[in-house]
């Protein structure tokens, strides 16, 4: 199955999960924040920037613009490009990016769908400036969220009995937690020193 396909369809389900855990949103959103305020991020370039609900929400709380975003789901670009972005439809790996174009690109949570990181970290790298920020924020493996997916998808459903109390009210979409690759820190550590060091 393409990106393009696990995510079609489940672009309301996205935003709704992100409602609904609206504690898991803030942190989130604050932790990219973070990774942005003190660096210089006049063109940033979201990669798998899905519905544009963060870099809205980067705009209206934080007053960062992000305008620029690759997506793989047309459903999810359609709502990003209504959120005020400029979203071509492709993926890390083979996304035409211009080369020393950005100040900053930004892979929030999409890491997770990438097969082949070599490719595509290389592919965000060639469109760096000089001096430019490569930022990942990711679900480590390790992390309760990454376990709590990889049990979900081991299993396959959140309809037994374990799940009742353990996860979300709403929880993700077990289709795009079957469909998750969680890479570890170490793992992606690994891939920058061998690759681009």
């Not at 174009?101 to 970290?121: E, H, R, T, W």
């Not at 990889?150 to 077990?174: D, L, S």
């Amino acid at each position: 199955m393409t990106k393009a396909k696990i995510f079609d369809g489940y672009a309301d389900a996205y935003d709704q999960w992100f409602m609904t855990n609206s504690n898991v949103f803030a942190s989130e959103l604050k932790l990219l924040h973070r990774a942005l305020h003190n660096i210089e991020k006049e063109k940033i370039l979201s990669i798998g920037c899905g519905s544009g609900l963060f870099e809205s929400a980067l705009h209206r709380q934080y007053g960062i613009q992000v305008k620029y975003g690759i997506e793989p789901s047309n459903d999810m670009a359609t709502i990003a490009r209504k959120r005020g972005m400029t979203v071509k439809i492709g993926d890390a790996e083979t996304a035409t990016l211009a080369k020393e174009s950005y100040d900053v690109i930004y892979l929030n949570g999409c890491s997770s769908y990438i097969k082949d990181l070599s490719s595509a970290y290389q592919n965000c790298h060639q469109a760096l400036k000089k001096g430019g920020h490569l930022i990942l924020l990711d679900v480590p493996v390790e992390s309760a969220y990454g376990i709590l997916y990889k049990f979900a998808a081991h299993v396959g459903e959140y309809n037994k009995e374990i799940f009742r109390e353990i996860a979300p009210t709403f929880p993700y979409p077990i289709e795009l937690v079957r469909s998750a690759i969680f890479h570890s820190p170490l793992e992606k550590k690994r891939f920058f020193e061998t690759n681009l060091a």
